[in-house]
């Protein structure tokens, strides 16, 4: 029987270990598409895709399952047709929630983000409710150092239209036509970059309550379960 028992824990954590490194996977493949999509599928001339299939093999991803997500981001999957397509709706408080999919079955991807709207206390609306509040930017993030101060110089030489100074991170915000050189500047610095993507960014921020906040942040957790979402943006403060 105890060593059943010990078995039994073996599974337990064996799981759990899958669970994690699965998310960890999903993580690396919604990046390789975002930055496959937003700059191409040559890893030599888009620094996004290059970072993004780095910390892809850091987690031990195979190279044909990296293969496969920028042959899918860029088209060349043969015999699936994606469609990119994004949902606008209304979390909790009011929030404005944008959802970016990719997926070759639209009647299955917005039925499971129509459900998690729902379910969690908000409501998927119509194309164009909530998209003006948005605009697209290229962001990067760098953890806080003895290196912030050049950071933010070779930032702001090399077409940073903002810094965002966090106690932990610095958030830089550039043009989409200027991300790919300003990324390619700041990683000469060799501060290590956390994030680096071209999305949306909110331009008109609310106030929510931590009750709604919590609620907020329960759906964009189900949203980005779903495996045709590929980014979720929101403008919570």
């Known amino acids: 029987m105890a060593g059943h028992n010990k078995w039994s824990k073996v599974k337990h954590i064996k799981a759990k270990e899958d669970a994690k490194k699965g998310k960890l996977f999903t993580k690396a493949v919604k990046d390789i598409i975002s930055a496959a999509k937003a700059g191409g599928g040559n890893p030599d001339t888009n620094a996004a895709l290059r970072l993004a299939i780095e910390r892809a093999k850091a987690v031990s991803m195979p190279q044909s399952n990296i293969q496969r997500a920028i042959d899918k981001a860029t088209g060349n999957l043969q015999g699936v047709h994606y469609d990119e397509i994004t949902y606008e709706g209304y979390g909790p408080g009011g929030v404005a929630v944008m959802v970016e999919c990719l997926t070759d079955n639209k009647n299955r991807t917005v039925a499971s983000v129509r459900h998690a ?31 912030d101060e050049e950071v933010m110089e070779v930032a702001m030489d090399n077409g940073a239209t903002d810094i965002l100074e966090f106690d932990e991170v610095l958030v830089i915000e550039s043009e989409p036509a200027d991300f790919d050189e300003l990324l390619k500047a700041i990683e000469k610095t060799g501060v290590e970059i956390l994030e680096s993507s071209v999305g949306l960014v909110a331009t008109n921020e609310i106030d929510v309550d931590d009750q709604t906040a919590e609620k907020v942040e329960k759906l964009i957790d189900m949203l980005e379960e779903i495996d045709d979402v590929q980014n979720v943006y929101h403008n919570m403060k």
Do not use: A, D, H, T
Request: hydrophobic share 30%.
């Open 117 to 147: 709207f729902s379910k969690n206390g908000g409501s998927l609306g119509e194309s164009g409710c909530v998209s003006w509040m948005f605009e697209k930017k290229g962001v990067i993030s760098v953890p806080r150092s003895e290196k």
